[in-house]
């Protein structure tokens, strides 16, 4: 999937780097420590008294009696009635992610286990999601907090041989581009995607000279992606596997923690660099891995954690149609559709599911979840939930899909949906045949589709030296399959017949 931005590309020097990743150039993962937060130190408002360090110490040698009970479970034997999730939700010792479940799911495990399921779910959720805490495990909490954490050693004890706080990403390296927008590259630990590379982007957005930056965070749903849109770099490797729920998540809450830790560096300790927007526009195709994208973004937008908000939240698609329904039916973010072809036989070449699933079916089933005379404020609870209009992406591919008809032919396809138009300059990569439309080209698809009443944004690219941007996500070594086509341009393609 596709990067969105509105950012202009004076952005670069807004966004706050530790020296030493300035030094670093490309490669700045040297200069984070993954497991480990700056120290108490460094927080003032956080910083252990000597009273409550001693604390700290004595409680990790201290098991009170009451809780020998629940150390024991220790022992391997998981509490009868322990309520069990799908083989995906667990890492390859056989613990619970925990964070693959969403809020009411952890109460009903915690209680399932022998806790007040309530309470102790928002405290392991408060300390995973909220307040600058995102601990990875409880002797995080520990070092966060000493002993006041609330976490027993008897509780601590027992939780390790049954769940894991970890989510099951693994920081290899950053790459930094010119632009400011940055690359985080995971290994993923465990699940169907185990031993895969995923890529997280954070895209620095500046409305003015000066400004605190905010980030718009491009995350990975799959490694790799199935569906072999022919422009798209990603789409050359094929489908190594579906990142989790909790993976998902882990993205958001290490871009976090990275925001924080620089921010903290820079002596700013109140107000993070918020993540303003978050696109699910990275690696894959979202709608083709529903069960771990739905959940991940009810924990995203928990009030008590992360508390991102649904209209900020765009969840992209190449066009699934079943999937479009479903998730128009269970969740409120915001959907994008790439379209990137405004006739079937240009998008069946560049865009394969379009076969499967053709133009005149994706654009019926557009006009009936946004239709364009749809009530605002329904009245009827029961009325779908998700957002009023969908954004349809269309990447501008030189003399494939760029003419003013194909302009044309694309107001006449979104005349009766609800819809924001985003035309995206193409990303090259190397042995990429496809070139992107020139400035005149686009600025000329944008103004045809300006004056027949549409909104219609050009989204820039950003961070493309260092494969950070739309369509160039992916490990080159990794391809899959062989290297696409160049197709025909449309004009020559309609006009061949009548030459024959
Ligand atoms: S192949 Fe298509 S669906 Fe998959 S990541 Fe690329 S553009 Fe998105």
Redesign the pocket.
């Known amino acids: 999937?596709?990067a969105a931005t509105t950012a202009p590309r004076a952005a670069s020097s807004a966004v706050r780097r530790t020296s030493s990743q300035q030094s670093s150039g490309t490669n700045a993962a040297a200069a984070w420590r993954p497991s480990r937060r700056p120290s108490a130190a460094a927080r003032p408002t956080r910083a252990l008294g000597p009273a409550a360090a001693a604390a700290a110490a004595a409680a990790t040698d201290v098991a009170p009696a009451r809780h020998q009970q629940h150390a024991q479970t220790q022992a391997g034997e998981r509490p009868q009635g322990e309520l069990r999730f799908p083989d995906s939700y667990y890492d390859s010792e056989g613990r619970l992610v925990v964070k693959n479940l969403t809020l009411p799911q952890l109460e009903a495990w915690c209680a399932s286990i022998g806790e007040d399921g309530p309470k102790r779910a928002l405290q392991l959720w408060r300390f995973m999601y909220y307040d600058c805490k995102w601990i990875r495990s409880l002797e995080d909490a520990a070092v966060e907090r000493g002993a006041q954490n609330g976490f027993s050693p008897a509780f601590r004890a027992k939780f390790a041989g049954l769940a894991t706080l970890d989510g099951g990403l693994l920081l290899q390296s950053i790459h930094s581009a010119a632009d400011g927008t940055r690359k985080m590259v995971f290994k993923v630990a465990h699940g169907p995607a185990a031993g895969g590379q995923v890529e997280t982007v954070l895209i620095p957005i500046t409305r003015e000279a000066g400004a605190k930056a905010r980030i718009t965070l491009c995350v990975s749903s799959q490694v790799g992606?199935?569906?072999?849109?022919q422009?798209?770099?990603?789409?050359r490797m094929g489908l190594m596997g579906n990142l989790t729920a909790g993976q998902i998540v882990e993205q958001v809450v290490a871009a976090r923690r990275l925001l924080w830790e620089e921010d903290v560096a820079a002596g700013v300790t109140k107000h993070i660099t918020p993540i303003t927007n978050l696109v699910y526009?990275?690696?894959?195709?979202p709608l083709h891995n529903l069960p771990a994208v739905l959940p991940s973004i009810e924990t995203l937008c928990q009030p008590l954690g992360l508390h991102v908000s649904y209209n900020k939240i765009t969840v992209?698609?190449?066009g699934l149609v079943p999937e479009m329904r479903q998730f128009a039916a269970e969740s409120r973010a915001v959907m994008a559709v790439?379209l990137h072809a405004t006739t079937d036989e240009v998008r069946d070449r560049i865009?394969p599911?379009n076969k499967r699933w053709p133009l005149a079916e994706l654009i019926g089933t557009m006009e009936e979840l946004f239709p364009k005379d749809k009530e605002l404020f329904p009245k009827d609870k029961a009325a779908p939930r998700h957002g009023h209009h969908v954004l349809v992406a269309y990447t501008m591919l030189r003399d494939v899909n760029d003419s003013d008809e194909d302009a044309r032919r694309l107001l006449d396809l979104v005349k009766n949906i609800r819809c924001k138009v985003n035309l995206i300059v193409y990303n090259e990569y190397p042995g990429t045949p496809f070139r992107p439309s020139t400035p005149e080209r686009v600025q000329a698809f944008r103004s045809v589709l300006i004056q027949g009443g549409h909104v219609a944004t050009v989204r820039d690219s950003r961070g493309d030296d260092q494969m950070a941007a739309c369509?160039q996500?992916g490990d080159p070594g990794l391809s899959a399959r062989p290297r696409p086509a160049r197709p025909e341009a449309a004009a020559a393609a309609t006009a061949a017949p009548a030459a024959a």
Do not use: I, Q, R
């Open positions: 999937m596709w992606c199935d569906m072999g849109c422009f798209c770099y990603t789409g526009m990275g690696m894959g195709e992209s698609t190449v790439s865009v599911v369509g996500l």
